[in-house]
């Protein structure tokens, strides 16, 4: 079974077009606030915040251009740390107020920084919406699968039987898997990556950045007060071989100690019993059927597919990457086009003509 | 119901209803009666099309020139269970030759499209009225279902009035076998029919719903078609028939209304157009976040037809994301707006106290409906006055504009984004479902006489450091108004974070300092404290009145008609109607403080009396009434003698 995959494009920043580009050379210090950084010493937010300063000046877009929209959490400290346009909102509701920056003003980079809580809890709403929508923003979701700035309670990505202050004899309710539901909301753009991966993140950005729509970044993030370790079996050399599927598009789904081919001895391939995928040992049963990464695929079946095979308790096999990332209208540009084809139908707006309807009648004094 | 302070000259607003003024000429072998004034109400099923029907016999009157007040009356459900109580729509209309102020107590003329119509309505229908009733639907079932035990046809209980019976239904279906449709079919355009019958009673010109039906169903011409001949039979039936031995003419407003090109128009189109209006006033681009609920979703229909004007809707997922996508189009820097009813508001607390914090520019319109949870959705109430007033946590102050007429949105509107551009902060209109689908004649405004609303957008450093290098500081106020500068994104030199966070006077910056916090919530307060607003004008014709009355937002028409009636029953009083709750008028407790007596007619328990005792120790007089329905004039003109004679 071979399958073609299409080349990755140019790194063509169709996404920003409209976007101003700074007149100099940008660096990573251009990106810093003049404000402490207040997160707790070792947090994982500092690792995305020097990841993300450190990204921007590849955009080399003005920067006050861009903007930063984040909620309420330990994350959505984040815009007061980044030198450009920036909003601390309220709890859940970023993308809402990010959705009527960006689909207003089309000349702006609209970024959400969001939490697990603030994102999938009390926002929940709001953030399926903008998936749906597929409106211009890039949404970095930090997930700690904790409530750290009200000190420790289970987040709605938390595994089933947390023991936390809330939870005392565990938590009850089964978690989200932030992928699988952006997938199922209709997200035109879905990844995953870890902060200590400065590279991965980076790559991430980089393609999120470019892409029309919405684009969602979930970021594993340590909080080392609340729940530390969290994600210590994907940062692990040794135990993230066998948890950690990295996926690239038009490469082989492979992962696990090196075969003798250097890439992964295990491999995701499709049950044909079932239609699901499975992990298979490629030393016992071959490369065949191994299935080739396809972000771009029309369907979302096959990426929701790979977002399942992450075991929420253990996270083995974890998928990291872009796992989907496909063109549709972008929700702004619609809203604008719908614009000028009113003006083009009917003509510039004519306040008096307006006013006066069809139906008058004079009085003459 | 022209926005004038009554005069001496004025007659009162309660002259005999129907008086006959001078015997017309009986032309066609028919009396035409001349009559300053009419009270019409139109009721049947929600299917029949009353309110299409009330619309179009508006229209008409509308351009023909009377001064009129309409009151539609629907229920929440799409469609009640036919023939039922609780599936009555109806739509009252009043106009007259002379300036008038409110949709009128009680009709004079009742058509009534089926017994439960019928039952309804009767109650408000003073004797000596007429009724015009489709006999057609007075069969057993539908009056067993309504609990008419005998057709009160046949039975003398409507002996007091003068009753036209008209078999509208078959009549409908006879003049429109030539178009071969179902029984069904044709029986839809009974409601056409009727007016027909009362365009003829009353003499209205019938080209605008001719052209309007044509227009309506212009993919369906044979629809359109037997919906005119439907109306042309019911204006030929009442110049036949014998039993319309007259018709009616009310002559046209003239001098109510001073020189100028006029409209009908509804609250909502109003508030709508003033929106649009302010927008390019203000040379902003108009951003509305809002989601669907009665009565205020006809704004965003409305706003969603003027994307040509540069006018962007979104129609968000819930009530929170409509204010949240309006914020953040505000910090882009359009002219963000808003629009839900009080629920809704109930929803955008949260971010309504972030605007606050941010201190951006925001309309927040609130068209009320009777409360609490969800209440009463189609019928009016002032009830959120204390959740605008103070309905967050905090100190969180917000400015509210009320209109006071359905015309009166336009100018309402305008005035809220000149607060709320001038001064950076969120502004409450508080509209409600009686201004919101009633109408009046407006007197369209001249481009050129709105006010100027642009704004300046900060594009540089406004701050000096102490090392002499230049800063940007998006909290250092301006000194008159203390609105802090809007800068945009977009704006090179300018970048700046701002949040719901406790900010540092000047910077900014986060900060949890007692002696700021202390500073900036007294600062937030004095800004909007200091809002300029124009001082009560005092309707006080003799100068020696005792009681004063005072309202706010719509219940200007009942109470100032009250007024008249109570000056024409020779007694003395003072009126103020506030448009600004917020702050209030400088001169209002000076106002108060001159009448021994002050009168505060609401349709809640007393929110704005509270807030006048609270904040000037007056003894304010509390009248209220929470029906969902407007103050009626001939009763509040009695609350008031009253108040007077106490």
């Given at each position: 079974m071979t399958e073609t995959i299409p080349e990755e494009k140019p790194a063509q920043i169709e996404a920003l077009s409209l976007v101003p580009k700074a007149e100099a050379k940008q660096s990573m210090k251009d990106f810093k606030s003049d404000q402490e950084v207040r997160w707790c010493p070792g947090c994982g937010d500092y690792a995305v915040l020097a990841a993300v300063q450190g990204f921007m000046p590849e955009l080399g877009l003005a920067k006050e251009n861009i903007v930063f929209v984040s909620g309420i959490g330990c994350s959505s400290r984040f815009p007061y740390y980044m030198n450009t346009y920036g909003m601390h909102s309220i709890h859940g509701r970023a993308p809402a107020i990010a959705t009527g920056l960006a689909s207003s003003r089309r000349d702006l980079s609209v970024w959400v920084v969001t939490g697990d809580g603030d994102a999938l809890s009390i926002g929940g709403n709001h953030l399926i919406h903008a998936l749906r929508r597929n409106v211009n923003l890039k949404i970095l979701l930090f997930n700690n699968r904790i409530y750290g700035l009200t000190k420790g309670q289970y987040s709605p990505t938390s595994e089933l039987g947390k023991i936390t202050k809330s939870t005392p004899m565990g938590s009850l309710d089964a978690p989200f898997n932030p992928v699988s539901l952006a997938l199922g909301a209709e997200a035109s753009f879905v990844a995953r990556t870890v902060d200590s991966d400065r590279k991965h993140l980076t790559s991430v950005l980089r393609a999120a950045a470019a892409h029309p729509g919405t684009a969602l970044v979930e970021i594993y993030q340590n909080c080392n007060i609340f729940n530390d370790g969290a994600f210590e079996v994907l940062k692990d050399k040794d135990q993230a071989l066998e948890a950690v599927i990295r996926l690239e598009h038009g490469e082989p789904i492979r992962f696990g100690a090196p075969a003798p081919d250097g890439l992964g001895s295990k491999g995701v391939v499709r049950d044909p019993a079932t239609g699901d995928l499975k992990v298979i040992d490629v030393l016992e049963e071959g490369t065949d059927g191994v299935l080739v990464h396809d972000a771009h695929a029309a369907s979302p079946t096959t990426a929701f597919a790979l977002s399942r095979l992450a075991d929420p308790e253990t996270l083995h096999r974890t998928p990291i990457g872009v796992l989907r990332n496909v063109e549709r209208p972008v929700y702004d540009t619609l809203m604008s086009d719908q614009l000028d084809s009113a003006v083009e139908q009917k003509g510039k707006g004519d306040l008096a003509a307006l006013l006066a309807g069809n139906d008058t009648w004079t009085v003459v004094g | 119901m022209t926005s004038q302070v009554s005069s001496p000259a004025e007659k009162t607003d309660g002259a005999l209803v129907g008086e006959q003024r001078a015997p017309g000429d009986g032309g066609e072998g028919k009396e035409v009666r001349r009559l300053d004034r009419v009270i019409i109400r139109f009721a049947g099923d929600s299917g029949d099309g009353m309110q299409l029907t009330g619309d179009r016999f508006t229209s008409e009157t509308a351009s023909f020139g009377n001064d009129l007040s309409t009151l539609p009356n629907f229920p929440a459900e799409i469609r009640a269970p036919a023939g039922t109580l609780p599936g009555v729509s109806s739509f009252q209309l009043h106009f007259a030759d002379h300036d008038i102020l409110t949709p009128g107590d009680a009709p004079n003329v009742l058509v009534a499209m089926n017994p439960a119509a019928l039952k309804a309505n009767i109650g408000d229908v003073p004797r000596g009225a007429e009724i015009i009733v489709n006999t057609d639907e007075f069969t057993k079932r539908p009056m067993a279902k309504v609990g008419y035990a005998t057709s009160p046809l046949e039975d003398g209980s409507l002996e007091a009035y003068n009753v036209h019976p008209v078999p509208l239904t078959t009549l409908t279906i006879e003049a429109l076998k030539e178009f071969g449709l179902s029984r069904k079919e044709a029986e839809r355009s009974k409601n056409m029919f009727a007016l027909g019958l009362l365009s003829w009673m009353y003499h209205r010109p019938t080209e605008g719903t001719e052209k309007f039906l044509r227009a309506k169903f212009a993919k369906k011409p044979d629809i359109a078609e037997a919906n005119v001949t439907a109306f042309r039979a019911g204006w030929n039936f009442g110049e036949t028939t014998e039993d319309f031995a007259t018709s009616y003419e009310v002559a046209p407003a003239t001098k109510a209304f001073p020189t100028g090109t006029y409209r009908n128009i509804s609250g909502n189109l109003a508030l709508s157009y003033g929106l649009v209006a302010a927008s390019k006033q203000a040379d902003l681009p108009l951003y509305l976040g809002s989601y669907p609920i009665t009565p205020a979703s006809d704004i965003l229909h409305e706003l969603s037809k003027h994307k040509n004007f540069g006018v962007r809707t979104f129609q968000a997922e819930d009530e929170i994301a409509g204010i949240g996508a309006a914020l953040g189009a505000a910090f882009g820097g359009s002219l963000a707006v808003t629009t839900t009813s009080g629920p809704g508001v109930a929803l955008k607390s949260e971010t309504i106290g972030l605007a606050v914090s941010l201190e951006l520019p925001l309309l927040i319109v609130d068209i009320q409906r009777g409360g609490p949870s969800t209440g009463l959705p189609t019928k009016t109430e002032q009830a959120d006055l204390l959740q605008a007033m103070y309905g967050r946590n905090g100190e969180a102050p917000v400015p509210i504009v009320a209109p006071k007429t359905p015309a009166d949105c336009f100018d309402a509107a305008l005035d809220a984004a000149r607060i709320a551009l001038t001064y950076r902060t969120p502004v409450f209109l508080l509209s409600d479902g009686y201004l919101a689908n009633g109408s009046e004649p407006w007197r369209i405004p001249e481009?050129?006489?709105?006010?100027?609303l642009r704004v300046q957008f900060a594009s540089g450093p406004n701050h000096e450091l102490a090392d002499g290098t230049e800063a940007f500081w998006p909290y250092k106020r301006d000194e008159r108004t203390l609105a802090r500068p809007w800068a945009i994104p977009g704006t090179p030199g300018l970048e700046h974070r701002i949040g719901g966070i406790e900010k540092q006077d000047g910077t900014g910056n986060i900060s949890y300092d007692p002696a700021n916090h202390d500073f900036m919530v007294r600062t937030r307060q004095a800004k909007i404290d200091g809002i300029e607003v124009p001082d009560l004008e005092v309707d006080d014709l003799s100068g020696e009145a005792n009681t004063l009355v005072v309202g706010w937002g719509s219940t200007y028409g009942p109470i100032t008609a009250a007024v008249r009636r109570v000056r024409g029953a020779g007694e003395r009083i003072a009126q103020v109607h506030l448009r600004h709750l917020n702050p209030f008028p400088r001169n209002l407790g000076e106002v108060l403080r001159r009448y021994d007596k002050v009168v505060v007619p609401e349709m809640n328990l007393g929110q704005l009396s509270t807030l006048l005792r609270a904040k000037y120790l007056v003894d304010a007089r509390s009248h209220t009434q929470v029906s969902g329905m407007p103050f009626k004039a001939e009763q509040l003109a009695e609350v008031l003698k009253e108040a007077i004679n106490d």
């Open positions: - | 481009v050129d006489e709105l006010p100027d």
